[in-house]
T-cell receptor
C-alpha cells in the first residue's frame, strides 16, 4: 500500500543531543513537509521541499535541519539549538506544483526531551 | 496571505446529537478547502474536500461540508454523531493559482470534538 512511514513513533533524548526523525514515502510525490504540533497551537510548518535537492524554511525552522537527497526521503534533525523540542512531529507529502495542495500524512513521531 | 479561523476550540456533544464545526477563511484568490480528522497520537486523515463543482461535499462516514463563497465559510456538519467521532478536526485552505504555485496548506488551529454517551 502507498503511504508515508515515519520512525520512530516515540523517541526520548537528553538535552543537548541531536536527533533525526525519518520520513519515507512511496506515493511518488514531489513535495514533502515537516510540521510540529503542540496542544492548542495547531500545526506549524518547519520545512518543506518541492523537489529533490531543494528545501525551504517554514514558519519555525530555527533549531531544525533537513535534507532531500532522494525523492522518497525527507529526514528531519532536531538539533540542540532547538530550545523546546518536546512535541509531536508530522511528516506529509503532496503532488506538489500543479496540484491542489492536498496533504497525505504519516502517523507522527513523538519526541520527548528528558 | 491566507488565514483560517476555527471558531470553537472545543465542542462537547452527546451521542446521536447533531454537530457543526465552524470554519472561516480569508483569501484574495480562489481556494481549495479541506477538512482533516486526527485521532489521538495519530497523523491527520483527509475527511473531505472541496475543489470545484457542487458546493456540498460529503464523506463516507456521514459528515458533510458546504462551501459558502459569500461568507467565506466551510462549516462541517453531521446530523447524528457517534462516540467514535471523538477526535480533533482541522480545516485547511490552499490557493488556486494558475501555474500551480499552491504548494502548501494553511491550517486552522483545530476543534476538539468530544462525543459523550
Amino acid at each position: 500500500d502507498g503511504g508515508i512511514t515515519q520512525s520512530p513513533k516515540y523517541l526520548f533524548r537528553k538535552e543537548g543531543q541531536n536527533v533525526t526523525l525519518s520520513c519515507e514515502q512511496n506515493l511518488n510525490h514531489d513535495a514533502m513537509y515537516w510540521y510540529r504540533q503542540d496542544p492548542g497551537q495547531g500545526l506549524r510548518l518547519i520545512y518543506y521541499s518541492q523537489i529533490v535537492n531543494d528545501f525551504q524554511k517554514g514558519d519555525i525552522a530555527e533549531g531544525y535541519s533537513v535534507s532531500r537527497e532522494k525523492k522518497e526521503s525527507f529526514p528531519l534533525t532536531v538539533t540542540s539549538a532547538q530550545k523546546n523540542p518536546t512535541a509531536f512531529y508530522l511528516c506529509a507529502s503532496s503532488t506538489g506544483l500543479g496540484g491542489t495542495g492536498e496533504l497525505f500524512f504519516g502517523e507522527g513521531s513523538r519526541l520527548t526531551v528528558l | 496571505a491566507q488565514s483560517v479561523t476555527q471558531l470553537d476550540s472545543q465542542v462537547p456533544v452527546f451521542e446521536e446529537a447533531p454537530v457543526e464545526l465552524r470554519c472561516n477563511y480569508s483569501s484574495s484568490v480562489s481556494v481549495y478547502l479541506f477538512w482533516y480528522v486526527q485521532y489521538p497520537n495519530q497523523g491527520l486523515q483527509l475527511l473531505l474536500k472541496y475543489l470545484s463543482g457542487s458546493t456540498l461535499v460529503k464523506s463516507i462516514n456521514g459528515f458533510e461540508a458546504e462551501f459558502n463563497k459569500s461568507q467565506t465559510s466551510f462549516h462541517l456538519r453531521k446530523p447524528s454523531v457517534h462516540i467514535s467521532d471523538t477526535a480533533e478536526y482541522f480545516c485547511a485552505v490552499s490557493d488556486v493559482r494558475s501555474g500551480g504555485s499552491n504548494y502548501k496548506l494553511t491550517f486552522g488551529k483545530g476543534t476538539l470534538l468530544t462525543v459523550n454517551p
